[in-house]
Protein backbone atom coordinates (compact mmCIF):
# COMPACT_ATOMS: atom_id res chain seq x y z
CA UNK A 1 0.00 0.00 0.00
CA UNK A 2 0.58 3.69 -0.62
CA UNK A 3 -0.35 6.59 0.98
CA UNK A 4 -0.14 10.11 -0.17
CA UNK A 5 -0.84 12.88 1.52
CA UNK A 6 -1.18 16.75 0.00
CA UNK A 7 -0.43 20.09 1.64
CA UNK A 8 0.08 23.86 0.55
CA UNK A 9 -3.29 24.25 -0.71
CA UNK A 10 -5.08 27.93 0.82
CA UNK A 11 -6.43 30.88 -0.35
CA UNK A 12 -4.47 33.24 -2.90
CA UNK A 13 -5.57 36.30 -5.52
CA UNK A 14 -5.43 35.81 -8.90
CA UNK A 15 -1.89 36.23 -10.34
CA UNK A 16 -0.30 34.51 -7.33
CA UNK A 17 1.39 31.75 -6.34
CA UNK A 18 1.41 28.50 -4.79
CA UNK A 19 3.25 25.38 -4.29
CA UNK A 20 1.47 22.29 -3.32
CA UNK A 21 3.34 18.92 -1.89
CA UNK A 22 2.39 15.14 -1.98
CA UNK A 23 4.13 13.06 0.63
CA UNK A 24 4.38 9.69 -0.76
CA UNK A 25 4.81 6.55 1.93
CA UNK A 26 4.44 3.14 2.39
CA UNK A 27 5.84 1.14 -0.88
CA UNK A 28 6.48 3.83 -2.93
CA UNK A 29 9.16 1.80 -4.82
CA UNK A 30 6.02 0.47 -6.65
CA UNK A 31 5.42 4.00 -8.00
CA UNK A 32 5.97 4.88 -11.47
CA UNK A 33 4.11 7.99 -11.93
CA UNK A 34 2.47 10.79 -9.90
CA UNK A 35 0.27 13.01 -10.96
CA UNK A 36 -2.01 15.60 -9.74
CA UNK A 37 -5.76 16.00 -10.79
CA UNK A 38 -8.32 19.11 -9.93
CA UNK A 39 -12.01 19.10 -9.30
CA UNK A 40 -13.90 22.34 -9.51
CA UNK A 41 -17.16 22.42 -8.05
CA UNK A 42 -20.33 21.26 -10.69
CA UNK A 43 -16.91 19.82 -12.78
CA UNK A 44 -15.37 16.51 -13.62
CA UNK A 45 -11.86 15.47 -12.02
CA UNK A 46 -9.39 16.26 -14.89
CA UNK A 47 -5.88 15.66 -14.77
CA UNK A 48 -3.60 18.82 -14.23
CA UNK A 49 0.16 17.57 -14.77
CA UNK A 50 1.50 14.31 -14.49
CA UNK A 51 5.16 12.70 -14.39
CA UNK A 52 7.16 10.00 -14.84
CA UNK A 53 9.19 8.34 -12.16
CA UNK A 54 11.43 6.64 -14.30
CA UNK A 55 12.10 8.72 -17.29
CA UNK A 56 11.27 11.82 -16.02
CA UNK A 57 9.10 13.01 -18.24
CA UNK A 58 5.93 15.18 -17.73
CA UNK A 59 2.71 15.92 -19.12
CA UNK A 60 0.38 19.04 -18.59
CA UNK A 61 -3.32 19.68 -19.34
CA UNK A 62 -3.42 22.38 -21.70
CA UNK A 63 -5.18 25.03 -19.69
CA UNK A 64 -2.07 24.90 -17.33
CA UNK A 65 0.98 24.32 -19.24
CA UNK A 66 3.71 27.28 -19.23
CA UNK A 67 2.04 28.13 -15.28
CA UNK A 68 2.17 24.86 -13.83
CA UNK A 69 5.66 23.19 -12.89
CA UNK A 70 5.23 19.10 -11.63
CA UNK A 71 8.99 18.09 -10.13
CA UNK A 72 10.07 15.12 -7.62
CA UNK A 73 12.66 15.12 -4.73
CA UNK A 74 13.66 11.98 -5.41
CA UNK A 75 15.26 12.15 -1.86
CA UNK A 76 11.68 12.39 0.12
CA UNK A 77 9.71 10.79 -2.42
CA UNK A 78 8.03 14.02 -2.40
CA UNK A 79 6.10 15.38 -5.69
CA UNK A 80 5.28 18.92 -5.75
CA UNK A 81 2.67 21.55 -8.14
CA UNK A 82 4.50 25.09 -8.86
CA UNK A 83 1.14 26.83 -9.64
CA UNK A 84 2.41 30.32 -11.27
CA UNK A 85 -0.21 32.91 -12.89
CA UNK A 86 -2.92 31.29 -11.06
CA UNK A 87 -6.52 32.35 -11.96
CA UNK A 88 -9.99 32.00 -10.95
CA UNK A 89 -10.54 29.04 -13.05
CA UNK A 90 -7.67 27.21 -11.28
CA UNK A 91 -9.87 27.36 -7.68
CA UNK A 92 -10.72 23.46 -7.19
CA UNK A 93 -9.64 20.97 -4.86
CA UNK A 94 -6.36 19.59 -5.83
CA UNK A 95 -6.11 15.37 -5.60
CA UNK A 96 -2.54 13.60 -5.67
CA UNK A 97 -2.32 10.09 -7.12
CA UNK A 98 0.01 7.44 -7.99
CA UNK A 99 -0.32 4.24 -10.06
CA UNK A 100 2.04 1.55 -10.22
CA UNK A 101 1.79 1.16 -14.25
CA UNK A 102 3.69 3.35 -16.20
CA UNK A 103 1.44 4.17 -18.52
CA UNK A 104 -2.18 4.50 -18.48
CA UNK A 105 -5.36 6.01 -17.24
CA UNK A 106 -5.79 3.99 -13.91
CA UNK A 107 -4.48 5.43 -11.15
CA UNK A 108 -4.22 3.44 -7.81
CA UNK A 109 -3.52 5.14 -5.03
CA UNK A 110 -5.19 8.94 -4.13
CA UNK A 111 -4.65 11.46 -1.50
CA UNK A 112 -7.58 13.38 0.38
CA UNK A 113 -6.98 16.28 -1.74
CA UNK A 114 -5.98 20.14 -0.82
CA UNK A 115 -8.47 22.88 -1.57
CA UNK A 116 -6.76 25.75 -4.15
CA UNK A 117 -8.85 29.21 -3.61
CA UNK A 118 -7.75 31.97 -6.42
CA UNK A 119 -10.08 34.68 -5.94
CA UNK A 120 -10.46 37.72 -8.41
Known amino acids: QVQLVESGGGLVQAGGSLRLSCAASGRSISIKTMAWFRQAPGKERELAAA????????NYADSVKGRFTISKDNYKNTVYLQMNSLKPEDTAVYYC?????????????WGPGTQVTVSS
Open 51 to 58: FNWNSGST
Open 97 to 109: AARRAEFGPVYDY
